[in-house]
Structure formats: structure tokens, C-alpha cells
């Protein structure tokens, strides 16, 4: 099958093939009939993730197309796919050496990613200084300017090497769960815990994949460790306040985690409102349209709380 438009890029970058690569690189119609069914193949291998395979294919043809560089920064993706950032970094390498000015920002960025990856963060930030000198607007210098202050911590010995690998690996199950993939976003996160086992950022979103994907006990545990290590992580306390009340049907235990949701973080709509749902649940319906009166103060259209207050006062 040919790689669909709505597959997940081939690139890594975890947006959809067509809101990326698409008619960037590699012009497959172009291409002669066995040339371009290998390359379909490898890219569809590679978007579903059967890295070896796509390797594979990807090798058959490389020496032969015309644009070799896409073909090399795609080898590279698969390696960084098995985390073989070595070998990602080699073929991001040869793919810098040979591809047009305006793949250079890409091809480094992913260059230095393997690199910080791989424990090398001196061969790291040379890559993203040539992205920075790259960048031509500054919503792309910000973020580059970010990460090299971070690989200037690690060399001092400020920062532990795997605090690179962590930012990275959290970014990724990021674009996981928005494109729906909560399995592989879990994954990801579990394979984060060893290294920082105490992060709150690992614990909430493993708890978000893990409710995604019906496991709530799981899910549960992860959300309260992470209100104990950040009592003021509000949307920890939601989330648990949404376990307690939907699952578990302890209203009362949900109250009390909406309650602290709201305290740490006062403007949060949603936690005024589901506190008025538990006290309804709990049967004290004048406190149930107190909190969904809060709710309109902060959201004066909210029809939830309309309908709430309209539904319990008979109007």
C-alpha cells in the first residue's frame, strides 16, 4: 500500500503525512515503476513503524534517486525509531552533506537530536547552532535557544545527560496523544520513569494515556504520586477528581479533588463545574448551583451551567 495522506509522517516530526513531507521531497509519480513501489513500501513501513523493514527498502534504493538526501534523513528516522541514535546521526549526516539549503534547518535539528540523544551534547550543539544561524523567524530561534542552554548545562555538569533524552521522549508522546496514538504515547512515558521517576510532567500525561486507554487504576496511582510530589498540579487533581467520580462513584472523594483543583488554580472552569456535579451526586443541590455560578462568573456562556442551574431551580 502507498504511504496515505493521513499516516503519520515518515519524517518523525508526529505530524500527518499530509500536513508535512507531502510534495516536499520525494515526488513519487516521478519516479520508475519499481523505484517508486519500494520507496511506497518503505515509507509505508516506516509509518507503521516497522523501522527494520523500512531500512531495508530505504537501502535498496538510495543509491539510485535522484533527491538521496530524502532518502537518507528517512533511514536516519527509522534508526532514531529503534533508538539507535548513533546510526540516526551517521544518516543525518550524510543527508547534511548533500541536501539543498532549505532542508538544512530540519536536517540539523534532527542531527543534534540524535546527537543530544546519544550522550554526545558537543556534537549536539554544533548541530543547532547551524540551526539557529538557520532560523529566519524567532518562534523558530526561541525553542533552539532553549535547548541550547540546556546542552550548555549538561557539559557544565549542572544538569544529568538524560534530562536531554527526557525532553525529547515528552515532546514526542506529546504529538502521540494529539494524534490519537495513546498506546505508543504510554509506552514512551513508561520507558521515561526509570531515568526520572519523580517528574510530574512523566506521571500526569502517562495517567492521561493510560485513562485514554481504559486502565484508571493505573492511571489513578500515577495522578495521586503526582499530587504528592506537586500538591498545586491542577489538572492532576482533576483528573483524579474524574476517576473518583465516573469510575469509582466516590463522590465525595472526587469533591475533594475538584475542591483542591479549583484552590490551585482558581480560574479553572472546569473544576468549578464538576464540583457543583459531586455536590449534586453528594444531594446538596444549593451548593451544586453555588459553584455552577461561579462557573458563569468565569464563563458567563457556559451552557452547562446554565442548563444545571436551569434543570435544578425547574425553569
Not at 465516573?246 to 469533591?255: C, M, P, W, Y
Amino acid at each position: 500500500m502507498p504511504l496515505g495522506r493521513n499516516d503519520p509522517c515518515p519524517c518523525g516530526s508526529g505530524l500527518k503525512y499530509k500536513k508535512c513531507c507531502l510534495g516536499k521531497d520525494l515526488q513519487y509519480h516521478e519516479r520508475p515503476d519499481e523505484e517508486r513501489s519500494t520507496l511506497a513500501k518503505a515509507f509505508k513501513a516506516m509509518s507503521l513503524e516497522n523501522w527494520d523493514e523500512a531500512i531495508d527498502l530505504f537501502k535498496q534504493v538510495v543509491d539510485g534517486v535522484p533527491d538521496r538526501y530524502a532518502v537518507l534523513e528517512a533511514i536516519g528516522a527509522c534508526y532514531d525509531g529503534l533508538e539507535n541514535y548513533l546510526m540516526a546521526a551517521e544518516y543525518y549526516e550524510k543527508a547534511l552533506a548533500i541536501c539543498p539549503r532549505a532542508r538544512r534547518f530540519d536536517v540539523n535539528y534532527r542531527l543534534g537530536v540524535s546527537r543530544g540523544n546519544a550522550g554526545r551534547p558537543e556534537k549536539a550543539v554544533s548541530a543547532f547552532q547551524e540551526c539557529l544561524e538557520l532560523a529566519d523567524d524567532e518562534a523558530k530561534r526561541r525553542p533552539i535557544v532553549a535547548v541550547l542552554a540546556t546542552l550548555k548545562e549538561i557539559e557544565e555538569g549542572s544538569r544529568p545527560p538524560e534530562v536531554f533524552r527526557v525532553h525529547v521522549q515528552l515532546q514526542r508522546a506529546f504529538s502521540d496523544m494529539e494524534e490519537e496514538r495513546y498506546e505508543s504515547a504510554a509506552a514512551r512515558l513508561e520507558a521515561l520513569l526509570p531515568a526520572d521517576p519523580e517528574n510530574p510532567t512523566i506521571l500526569y500525561n502517562l495517567g492521561v494515556a493510560l485513562t485514554f486507554l481504559k486502565k484508571e487504576d493505573e492511571a489513578l496511582k500515577l495522578f495521586q504520586r503526582c499530587v504528592e510530589l506537586e500538591p498545586m498540579y491542577a489538572q492532576a487533581w482533576y483528573n483524579l477528581g474524574q476517576i473518583f467520580m465516573i469510575v469509582k462513584r466516590d463522590f465525595s472523594g472526587a469533591l475533594h479533588c475538584f475542591e483542591m483543583a479549583a484552590t490551585a488554580r482558581p480560574d479553572y472552569i472546569g473544576a468549578h463545574h464538576q464540583k457543583g456535579i459531586a455536590f449534586e451526586l453528594l444531594g446538596d443541590k444549593e451548593k451544586a448551583v453555588e459553584c455552577w455560578e461561579q462557573t458563569l462568573k468565569l464563563d458567563p456562556e457556559n451552557k452547562q451551567a446554565k442548563g444545571n442551574i436551569e434543570r435544578l431551580s425547574g425553569t
